[in-house]
C-alpha cells in the first residue's frame, strides 16, 4: 500500500509541471531540500540535531559555481565533485564535534555554520561576497542547451536522483550500520560494550548526511542560477530541521513529503497574501500538534488502519 501511494506521489510529480509549468522550479527547490533534509534526518536517528547543515549546503553550491569558473562545464561532473568537496568537509568537521551529544552537538555545529557564513560573506574578493557568485548553465554529456531546457533536464534528473538516493539511503538505515545508528539513540554505552565503535558510527552517518545536503546545495545553486552566503545561514539549516520534523523521521520519505508540503504551502500562501508567514505558521503548528510523526505518519497509521 506504502509503496504504491509512493509511486503515485513521483508520478504526480513528474506530471505537475505539464499541468502548471511554474510548479517545476518550486518542485526543483523541494527535491533539493528534501534531500539536505534527509541528511539532517539521518543524523536525528543517533538523536543528534544539527541546527547548522545549511553550510554543507552552502559549501556544494559555492563548489559548483568555483569549479565552473574554473572551466569545468559538465553537469555530471560538477555534481559529482561539488559532492565529494562536501563528503570531506563533512569528514574535517565531523570528526570533531561527533564527540559531543545533545545541545553541545546542536549548537557547535551552529557555530561552525556561522564560520562558514561569515567567510562567503566577508571574502568579497573570492567568493563576491553578499552579491555572491553566478552560476552559468552547464553542458549535458557535452551539449549545450538553452536555460529553460537545461532546468527541465534538471528537474527530471532531480525527481530520478530523488529515488536513487532514497532508495540507497533506506538501505543504509537498514543495514547494520544505520541499526547501530538508531541505537546510538537508546543506549549508547551498551554499544561500545558490544564492541561496536560509536565514534566510527557517527562518522560515517555525519559524512552521508553532508554528502545529501551537499547534493541538495548543488541542485539548488543550479536551479536558481546563483549562490549567496544565505545558503549557509542559521535560519536556512533551522528550515532543514523543520522539513524534517514536520515530515517525519520514521523513513525516509518523510523529508521529501515534508519539503514538497513546505514548499507548496509557502508558494500557494505567498501568492494570496503578504502575510503568508501566519498562514505557513498555522499550518506547521498544526501537524506538529496532531501528527507527533510527521506526516509520513499519516501513511504508516493508514496502513495499520488497513490491517
Wanted: no cysteine; glycine share 12%; hydrophobic share 65%.
Amino acid at each position: 500500500m506504502r509503496a504504491i501511494l509512493l509511486i503515485v506521489a513521483i508520478l504526480a510529480i513528474v506530471a505537475a509541471p505539464m499541468a502548471a509549468p511554474w510548479l517545476q522550479f518550486v518542485l526543483t527547490m523541494a527535491v533539493a531540500k528534501g534531500l539536505a533534509a534527509l541528511g539532517v534526518a539521518v543524523l536525528l536517528r543517533a538523536g543528534m540535531i544539527s541546527i547548522g547543515h545549511a553550510m554543507f549546503v552552502a559549501a556544494s553550491a559555492y563548489g559548483v559555481a568555483f569549479l565552473a569558473r574554473a572551466g569545468i562545464a559538465d553537469f555530471g561532473l560538477l555534481l559529482v565533485l561539488s559532492v565529494v568537496i562536501t563528503g570531506l568537509a563533512g569528514a574535517v568537521v565531523g570528526a570533531f564535534l561527533i564527540r559531543y551529544r545533545a545541545i553541545f552537538f546542536a549548537m557547535l555545529n551552529l557555530a561552525v555554520s556561522m564560520v562558514f557564513y561569515a567567510l562567503f560573506a566577508k571574502l568579497y574578493g573570492v567568493t563576491g561576497g553578499t552579491d555572491g557568485m553566478t552560476i552559468p548553465v552547464p553542458t549535458v554529456f557535452g551539449i549545450v542547451l538553452s536555460e529553460p531546457t537545461f532546468k527541465a533536464v534538471l528537474f527530471y534528473g532531480s525527481v530520478a536522483l530523488m529515488v536513487v538516493v532514497g532508495l540507497a539511503v533506506h538501505r543504509y538505515l537498514d543495514s547494520p550500520l544505520g541499526h547501530a545508528l538508531s541505537a546510538v539513540h537508546t543506549n549508547e554505552v551498551r554499544l561500545e560494550y558490544l564492541g561496536v565503535p560509536v565514534w566510527a558510527v557517527l562518522l560515517v552517518a555525519y559524512v552521508v548526511s553532508a554528502v545529501l545536503a551537499g547534493l541538495g546545495g548543488a541542485i539548488a545553486g543550479f536551479a536558481i542560477g546563483r549562490v549567496v552566503p544565505d545558503f549557509a545561514f542559521w535560519t536556512a539549516s533551522g528550515h532543514l530541521v523543520l522539513v524534517a520534523v514536520l515530515g517525519g523521521i520514521g523513513g525516509v520519505p518523510g523529508a521529501f513529503i515534508g519539503a514538497f508540503f513546505l514548499e507548496l504551502l509557502h508558494t500557494e500562501a505567498a501568492a494570496f497574501t503578504d502575510a503568508w508567514n501566519l498562514i505557513v505558521g498555522a499550518a506547521l503548528i498544526g501537524v506538529i500538534m496532531f501528527l507527533p510523526k510527521g506526516l509520513y505518519g499519516l501513511l504508516t497509521r493508514s496502513e495499520v488502519s488497513a490491517k
